[in-house]
T-cell receptor, first 111, second 113 residues
Framework: RKEVEQDPGPFNVPEGATVAFNCTYS??????FFWYRQDCRKEPKLLMS???SGNEDGRFTAQLNRASQYISLLIRDSKLSDSATYLC????????????FGKGTLLTVNP | DVKVTQSSRYLVKRTGEKVFLECVQD?????MFWYRQDPGLGLRLIYF???????EKGDIPEGYSVSREKKERFSLILESASTNQTSMYLC????????????FGQGTRLTVV
């Protein structure tokens, strides 16, 4: 099993839609989790951290399920500007150093 | 404004050349990383460093080495470039605590011919 696995996508949704991405991780000792966003030909940038209790930032909601070892990202009321690749990131337990990325999910929001 | 700066955006090298990719950060971060990103494969960790002169192999270290002589600078070295090392290379840095963010450089697109 790969360390971090994501929905392969691509996702094509109309403006205003709600879309959800999931990501599973294999190391039960993993400590920290993030969602990053990467625009075409740009570097990844932090979208939001994922806290144990779940957290929300405007239209974006992140959830963590430690028992099932997955994290999720929900985007409500999609905008054209949400079109990007979304990457889940897991920091390995034990060292707190190694960042492991999922392969990313491409989202295209259509007018 | 925090910054991670990679020395080149685009680089073309010949097979067999020794290639140096430089990365500098101004945030006094202990941790620095080198990834390569390829279509369909995502970001794969080559090497990371958790302090000056300290380094650890990532998932795909073969054909690469690194150098961290100063805290702000992390260099990736391709000992003898090969065509299968044509890729986008991304450097990142991070403070080694909790939910701190990793910051990325703008990337170096390396083509080996």
């Amino acid at each position: 099993r790969k360390e971090v696995e994501q929905d392969p996508g691509p996702f094509n949704v109309p403006e205003g839609a709600t879309v959800a991405f999931n990501c599973t991780y294999s190391n039960s000792a993993s400590q920290s989790f993030f969602w990053y966003r990467q625009d075409c030909r740009k570097e990844p940038k932090l979208l939001m951290s994922v806290y144990s209790s779940g957290n929300e930032d405007g239209r974006f909601t992140a959830q963590l399920n430690r028992a099932s070892q997955y994290i999720s990202l929900l985007i409500r009321d999609s905008k054209l500007s949400d079109s990007a690749t979304y990457l889940c990131v897991v920091i390995s337990g034990g060292s707190n150093y190694k960042l492991t990325f999922g392969k990313g999910t491409l989202l295209t929001v259509n007018p | 404004d925090v910054k991670v700066t990679q020395s080149s955006r685009y680089l073309v090298k010949r097979t067999g050349e020794k290639v140096f990719l430089e990365c500098v950060q101004d945030m006094d971060h202990e941790n620095m990383f080198w990834y390569r990103q390829d279509p369909g494969l995502g970001l794969r960790l080559i090497y990371f460093s958790y302090d000056v002169k300290m380094k650890e192999k990532g998932d795909i270290p073969e054909g690469y080495s690194v150098s961290r002589e100063k805290k702000e600078r992390f260099s990736l070295i391709l000992e003898s470039a090969s065509t299968n090392q044509t890729s986008m290379y991304l450097c990142a840095s991070r403070a080694p605590t909790g939910f701190t963010e990793a910051f990325f450089g703008q990337g170096t697109r390396l083509t080996v011919v």
